[in-house]
T-cell receptor, first 113, second 113 residues
């Protein structure tokens, strides 16, 4: 059972809409991450946070933004969705410290028409 | 810098046969190594991890992996495949200086009856 929750699980929406993907964890982890994954492909880190009010861009350039106002909450926002944003978005969290594994949510599958 | 190479994007085995999924890494510092499994429409689930100590690591669902520093490898094995093992498997490395993960491209395991 997951202690990290992503909503919605699936979203189909039109071009130009503002979208927020929610991610919450109940484990008290300071570190949180957003990955983008196309079907059957590798994961690409797009954003991460090491604590409240800390956010950094990941390895893959993304037009999305994130915020970290509360430890447990790490939402990702797309101001104006485009078809190129169609993908699966995975949220993860981990404890502070070396070698800590990341715990993943079930993902949001986003389709932009 | 660190990187992960998974040899074989698709592996097919018969039920009851040995499963061997290959992972080689490069890291300029001692690595932490992980194997994750992803079932369709789900996030990633941790199978096992190597941090320090014993080089043969046992994980969930009967999987194990051996860290071989001289070969820079961390191959995943299971003596007898089960139909429920069919999934995507990802190897990941984290440098000892941080917690960001670098993922391989994944290996899709098919189990034939």
């Amino acid at each position: 059972e997951a202690d990290i929750y992503q909503t919605p699980r699936y979203l189909v929406i039109g071009t130009g809409k503002k979208i927020t993907l929610e991610c919450s964890q109940t484990m008290g982890h300071d570190k949180m991450y957003w990955y983008q994954q196309d079907p059957g492909m590798e994961l690409h880190l797009i954003h991460y946070s090491y604590g409240v009010n800390s956010t950094e861009k990941g390895d893959l350039s993304s037009e999305s933004t994130v915020s970290r106002i509360r430890t447990e909450h790490f939402p990702l926002t797309l101001e104006s969705a485009r078809p190129s944003h169609t993908s699966q978005y995975l949220c993860a969290s981990s404890e502070t410290g070396m070698g800590q594994p990341q715990h993943f949510g079930d993902g949001t599958r986003l389709s932009i028409l | 810098a660190q990187s992960v190479t998974q040899l074989g994007s698709h592996v097919s085995v018969s039920e009851g046969a040995l499963v061997l999924l290959r992972c080689n890494y490069s890291s300029s510092v001692p690595p932490y190594l992980f194997w994750y499994v992803q079932y369709p429409n789900q996030g990633l689930q941790l199978l096992l991890k190597y941090t320090t100590g014993a080089t043969l690591v046992k994980g969930i669902n009967g999987f194990e992996a051996e860290f071989k520093k001289s070969e820079t490898s961390f191959h995943l094995t299971k003596p007898s495949a089960h139909m429920s093992d069919a999934a995507e498997y990802f190897c990941a490395v984290s440098a000892s200086s941080g917690s960001r993960l670098t993922f391989g491209e994944g290996t899709q395991l098919t189990v034939n009856p």
